[in-house]
């Protein structure tokens, strides 16, 4: 090995490209600083532009793992079961007394006819007590006879309001339209998505602005509650709680601020680094802009989370500086010098947040991609604006008088709680955190054991148990004869043939099979209504409930099918499953049951069959190429389907991500540091945290979900920064020639000062988010609050306890001088 | 890879479980052919495919078999799954319904275990000549026998040997006809020649649908069975179907030529009405009698132009009901009638007679219970308006009820027993 340049009076003890690199890079932006602050300045520019361009996006499609087996089966029925996607219902419930009042009959026809004229409302498609397609039906002696439930000659008498009641009883409606208490009826209001007038796609959240001024401020009171529930419902409050996240952030950024201004005592010290972090989400937002992404319900939070890590690295620079001016080196010296001690560590730290959370690309979820797009995109944006752009602009504006004095004062002080905390460096002392971190790490193993895939509340998982949305939701579960929670399994065939009594049967028998699957509630599909209808046509006889092997009878009783159930060219007949509830296991019991029965009952025969018509089929039968008219059970659709489909790719990806992850900090941290004991000082504290917040998880009945699963690799990513600071420093005061419990007081008082500082600000910025009214955003603010809190204690309590052990001193000594002979390291 | 092919394709002719089918008239071939080749072939030779099938062949092939071919599920929701028909055989209570559910219970109704049984169409009625021997009869021509009170059944007919005979007798039928117009013809009596001609007509009708069914698959189900003995029996169905057997149930011949029937209407239920006579009810107003255990019939006038659904008979009194709450009370055997007013306009699909009362059931949770001395009527519509299908009396008194949602329990006086009520698991 050739002998190494010396460049500077100080230099770092590590470096991450090469010894002769780094310096360069060092000189060359300290030596033109004024170009290096105009190009920054334009990118600046160039990024706020981009800002511009930033824009909200609200399609579900991101939401859901579009490359899964379940997803792509979907996909190819997307545009045939779209009519129950975009539907909303509104339950007009009387207070007092039932529904078969004049006053009730009329507030509803009002609510109906305000309803007809939001726009947005397939006016056609529209269902309620008061509109002419809710009819009544009944077998007499001379064949059907039926009308509508609320006749021509209705006026609100006690005669008429008893032919209603009559009506409603006939109708078939009790359920469904009318609640099973008579106290409530709904409104079923199906949604053209595209205005047939402009063109414009529906805005969702206007519709869900649009109910709740029309319809539950107007006529929602004492005498009649409304309850509005439905996919567009739920998107347009989402997208409102979304717009929460605004406030959250300023209210982050100005407890950073004053957080900041109490630990610098210098207000550039606190100015800048805001401003340099707030620089980093203008190129984030800007750059992903105008690359073209978009911002959802998940990416929405990407600039606190690059706004948090800016001022963690900002505060280092800025803690780096102020001590080194106290030591009395100029402006220019003072930031140099902070530069030269903290980019390796802060370079390392953010590179392996950025190369950490793009594992989160693992899992094949748009949003989760993006996230671990703009996320990896805003940590390198913060290397820029962090490490260079800050030291730079303090090299100019310097550190107050005040802020130096105060450094100084603190790092002369000496604080009780420092020389507390010192202890654990010492080796008599250092065995208590390590024995209480291996039990909590073998109880947090315990317990984590536990933890659950997907969402284990009942509702919509995306909203709070107690929000507005999910009261509504679970009012209708409890008075209507609905689930909110539906898995769709397609009944494929080819094209005319899904009435074909073989497949009828088939699908009659992997209705009861599903039904009697725990879990399941009722099943309903084409069969349902061929059974009902067979009925029907024979005077309402029971005995005639079943599937009729005559093709004319079969054909006949599904003439009127429902569109729902049945797509336009027969090829394919949903199987709408109702469950009890989301829980992860119900999802797997009815997934496993219907892959069961797909292994009995799917024909396995090449996909050409299926596309046939049907004199090829009959050919094909002729010629003995397939026994039958081939059918095959899909899986799925529904929100159960598309959460069961979640989970999988959640439950495959969540050990390969969390391993690469480990192994992205692994690598980086070795290359750096080219010591084992060293990554294991910085990756151990990690793990345990990693761990218990599984545990924590478990606890809370938090389950893995889209929600949480990248948490588990920011809170590595993040955590894994002050390690790293708290390593670099420590490693330095042992070089200078300190004992291991001297070198740690060291550290704490400087680097460990800020990182405990860090460690508090950023999770009071992130606590914020656990107020937000959407719950994953909540969910995602306890975990990371408590990753914060836990690597910071892991880093100040368990990192020095295992130096102790670990460390060897003296080896580190004689690397150095080897290396660097006795130029000092840097920092 | 050929021989593979080749082999898949044998395994499905082979094992007859799959039908070729194939469109016409809108309607479905219903392999009739691969059926009978698969029963030509001895045992051995179908064990034998069986097992080079099930070695070579499995991926390429569905099990779809027949449901005429596949054994009720075992399942533990039978008794809130739909049920058609229940009765009494000694203390047993025996139900049948959907998906070839037969379920039985020794103690009065509160728990059932079910019976296992070789098909999983729709049963909907069922029938013990004696407290082991029943049979149980519905959709697609289906008819079940068991020995041993309920808990094993055997597949005695079914609807495509239903479709042969029915053809064989249609055939018959129409021979006999012209040769019927032939004799008026030589008669000369124009009014005898146009009844024949109306006579013929109708057989020949009656032959083409026969034809058309037998070609389709199309199957007929049956509505009612009544067994005399533990040899004579009856089974009767849709579009005037009706069956007798005289050696319990090993042969069944068509005798729908012999019941008065001319519009083939549906025949809803057999009953017993004292001694040897027997009455059949069915669709529009259908009501034919017969006084010798079945050999000649007799069309009587009906008191009612609807649909009848069936006939309880309590010493001389008779009830009979149909379409939309209507019953009519007979006290002289039959000869006359009385409609009751019973408040309810709901179908009324079954019933039975205890001691003192008649219950009937029907649609939207109607029953209605009729005082055998006096005038008295009781109508009650039982919470959550699901319709009833069959109803008998427990040895304890009270009544189980069976319908859309299975079973329901009833006291003597016509209270809903709230008690919970079981299945134990299948095997």
Same mark, same amino acid.
């Given at each position: 090995m050739s002998e190494q340049k010396h460049y500077f009076d100080s230099e770092p003890e590590h470096y991450i490209l090469s010894p002769d690199t780094e310096p360069m890079l060092e000189r060359f932006l300290f030596g033109n600083r004024p170009v290096v602050l105009v190009l920054l300045a334009l990118l600046t520019a160039l990024f706020a532009y981009g800002l511009t361009k930033v824009k909200l996006d609200s399609s579900i499609?991101?939401?859901?793992?579009?490359?899964h087996e379940y997803i792509q089966n979907y996909l190819v029925h997307k545009d045939d079961m779209?009519?129950?996607?975009a539907n909303v219902k509104i339950a007009v419930e009387?207070?007092? !007394? /039932?529904? *078969?009042?004049k006053d009730y009959m009329e507030t509803l026809s009002k609510i109906n006819d305000e309803v007809f004229f939001?726009? =947005? #409302?397939d006016r056609s498609g529209m269902q309620s007590l @008061?509109?002419?397609?809710t009819r009544w039906t009944e077998v007499t002696e001379q064949g059907f006879q039926g009308g509508p439930?609320?006749?021509?000659?209705? /006026?609100?008498s006690e005669q008429s309001l008893e032919q209603v009641r009559q009506n409603v009883l006939k109708s =078939?409606? #009790? !359920?469904?339209?009318?609640?099973n208490d008579f106290k409530s009826s709904i409104i079923d209001v199906p949604l053209v998505?595209? &205005?047939?007038?402009?063109?414009e796609k529906l805005s969702y959240q206007q519709f869900s602005h649009d109910l709740e001024q029309k319809i539950r401020s107007q006529f929602g009171g004492d005498d009649y509650r409304i309850y509005i529930t439905g996919t567009p419902k739920k998107l347009g409050d989402l997208l409102d709680g979304a717009g929460q996240i605004a406030f959250f952030f300023l209210a982050a950024m100005i407890a950073t601020a004053v957080l900041l201004y109490l630990y610098s005592r210098c207000p550039k010290g606190t100015v800048v680094p805001i401003i340099a972090s707030l620089i980093a989400v203008v190129w984030q937002l800007g750059a992903l802009a105008l690359l073209g992404f978009s911002i959802d319900l998940y990416s929405v939070l990407v600039p606190f989370l690059v706004f948090a890590i800016g001022i963690s690295h900002g505060v280092q620079i800025i803690n780096g500086i102020a001590i080194e001016s106290g030591k009395g080196a100029n402006r220019e010296q003072a930031a140099r010098q902070a530069f030269r001690g903290l980019y390796v560590p802060g370079m390392l730290a953010l590179m392996s947040d950025a190369i950490g959370f793009l594992t989160?690309? *693992?899992? +094949?979820i748009g949003v989760i991609q993006e996230l671990a797009i703009s996320a990896s995109v805003g940590v390198a944006m913060i290397i820029v604006t962090n490490l260079v752009l800050l030291p730079i602009v303090m090299s100019y504006l310097g550190i107050s008088r005040s802020g130096v004095r105060h450094a100084e004062k603190t790092e002369r002080a000496d604080p009780v709680l420092w020389r507390f905390v010192s202890q654990f460096a010492n080796r008599k002392v250092a065995p208590v955190p390590i024995v209480i971190a291996a039990v909590m790490a073998v109880i947090g193993f315990q317990v984590s054991q536990d933890l659950k895939i !997907? +969402?284990? +509340?009942? =509702?919509?998982?995306?909203? $709070?148990?107690?929000?507005r949305y999910n009261l509504d939701n679970d009012f209708m579960v409890s008075n209507y004869s609905t689930s909110s929670d539906v898995l769709v399994v397609m009944v494929e065939t080819p094209?005319?043939?899904?009435?074909?009594y073989k497949v009828m049967d088939a699908i009659d028998r992997f209705m009861w099979h599903m039904e009697n699957?725990? =879990? #399941?509630?009722s099943t309903v599909s084409l069969v349902s209504v061929s059974k009902l209808v067979t009925k029907a046509m024979n005077e309402?006889?029971?005995? @005639?409930?079943a599937l009729s092997r005559n093709q004319t009878i079969l054909n006949t009783s599904i003439q $009127?099918?429902?569109?729902g159930l049945i797509n336009p060219d027969c090829s394919m007949a949903p199987v709408i499953i109702y469950l009890n509830d989301h829980k992860a296991e119900t999802l797997e019991t009815a997934v496993a049951a219907v892959e069961e029965f797909k292994a009995q009952? &799917? /024909?396995? #025969?090449?996909?050409k069959y299926f596309e046939m018509r049907i004199p090829q089929i009959e050919e094909a039968i002729a010629n003995g190429?397939? /026994?039958?008219?081939p059918v095959r059970f899909q899986l799925a659709s529904g929100n159960a389907g598309i959460e069961a489909a979640t989970n999988q790719v959640i439950a495959e990806a969540q050990h390969t991500m969390l391993i690469f992850v480990y192994v992205v900090v692994f690598v980086l941290c070795f290359i750096t540091f080219r010591s084992f004991t060293a990554v294991a000082c910085i990756i151990i504290p990690l793990a345990l945290t990693s761990v218990l917040s599984q545990a924590l998880m478990t606890y809370l009945g938090i389950g893995v979900k889209v929600a949480t699963l990248p948490v588990i690799a920011l809170g590595v990513g993040i955590g894994v920064d002050y390690g790293i600071y708290i390593y670099n420093r420590l490693e330095v005061m042992i070089i200078a020639g300190k004992n291991m419990q001297e070198a740690f007081l060291e550290t704490l008082k400087s680097t460990g000062k800020a990182v405990s500082f860090t460690g508090i600000t950023l999770a009071l910025g992130v606590g914020? @988010?656990?107020?937000?009214?959407i719950k994953f955003q909540a969910d995602m603010g306890i975990l990371l609050t408590f990753m914060f809190l836990w690597n910071m204690l892991g880093a100040l309590v368990l990192l020095p306890a295992l130096a102790t052990f670990l460390l060897r001193p003296e080896r580190m000594r004689a690397r150095h001088r080897a290396r660097h002979g006795d130029v000092p390291p840097a920092g | 890879m050929f021989s593979d092919l080749v082999q898949r394709d044998r395994c499905g002719r082979y094992l007859g479980g799959r039908h070729h089918g194939g469109r016409h008239h809108g309607g479905r071939h219903h392999g009739g052919k691969s059926r009978s080749a698969a029963k030509s072939r001895s045992w051995s030779q179908l064990m034998i495919s069986l097992a080079i099938c099930l070695l070579l062949?499995?991926?390429?092939?569905?099990?779809?078999?027949d449901p005429l071919n596949t054994p009720a599920m075992p399942t533990q929701l039978a008794h809130k799954e739909l049920l058609l028909d229940v009765v009494r055989a000694d203390q047993r209570l025996v139900a049948v319904g959907a998906h070839g559910h037969v379920i039985y219970s020794d103690d009065n109704g509160r728990s059932w275990q079910q019976g296992q049984v070789p098909v999983k169409v729709t049963l909907t009625a069922v029938h013990f000549s004696s407290g082991k021997y029943g049979w149980a009869v519905g959709h697609d021509g289906v008819i079940l026998h068991t020995d041993?009170?309920?808990a094993n059944w055997i597949k005695q007919f079914e609807g495509f040997r239903a479709n042969d005979a029915i053809v064989a007798a249609a055939r018959e039928l129409k021979t006999k006809r012209e040769a019927a117009l032939a004799q008026a013809e030589a008669s000369g009596d124009d009014v005898a020649i146009e009844e024949a001609e109306i006579q013929l007509e109708n057989a020949t009708f009656a032959l083409e649908d026969a034809l058309y069914d037998q070609e389709t698959g199309s199957t007929k189900p049956f509505l009612d069975v009544w067994f005399y003995d533990a040899r004579r029996g009856f089974a009767v169905g849709a579009y005037g179907m009706a069956f007798y057997t005289a050696d319990g149930g090993q042969t069944w011949s068509d %005798?729908?030529?012999? %019941?008065?029937n001319p519009g083939r209407m549906h025949l809803n239920a057999i009953v017993p009405v004292g001694g040897m006579a027997l009455t059949v009810v069915g669709e529009a107003g259908t009501l034919v009698r017969s006084d010798d255990l079945g050999a000649n019939w007799r069309a009587m006038l009906a008191p009612y132009e609807g649909s009848l659904f069936g006939l309880v008979s309590k010493d001389d009194q008779q009830w009979l009901f149909g379409l939309r709450g209507h019953v009519f009370h007979s006290t002289d055997a039959g000869i006359s009638w009385r409609e009751l007013s019973t408040g309810s306009e709901q179908t009324l699909l079954g019933g039975v007679s205890s001691a003192d009362r008649t219950v009937l059931v029907g649609n939207g949770g109607s029953v209605v219970m009729l005082a055998h001395r006096g005038e008295k009527i009781r109508s009650i519509i039982i919470e959550g308006r699901k319709a009833y299908a069959g109803v008998a009396q427990t040895s304890e008194g009270g009544f189980v009820l069976v319908g859309e949602n299975g079973v329901k329990r009833l006291s003597a006086s016509g209270e809903l027993l709230d008690t919970s009520i079981s299945m134990a698991a299948g095997e």
């Open positions: 499609e991101k939401y859901i793992p579009l490359n779209k009519s129950g996607v009387a207070v007092n !007394g /039932d529904i *078969f009042t939001i726009p =947005g #409302v @008061w509109t002419p397609n439930v609320i006749p021509s000659t209705y /006026d609100g =078939g409606q #009790v !359920g469904r339209l009318v609640s998505e595209y &205005d047939p007038e402009t063109g989160l690309l *693992f899992i +094949d !997907g +969402d284990l +509340d009942k =509702g919509a998982p995306e909203l $709070r148990a107690d929000s094209l005319e043939q899904c009435n074909d699957v725990p =879990g #399941v509630q309402g006889n029971l005995n @005639w409930s $009127r099918a429902p569109s009952y &799917d /024909d396995h #025969v090449e996909q190429e397939i /026994d039958s008219v914020t @988010w656990m107020l937000s009214p | 062949a499995p991926l390429a092939q569905a099990t779809w078999q041993d009170g309920g %005798i729908s030529a012999r %019941i008065p």
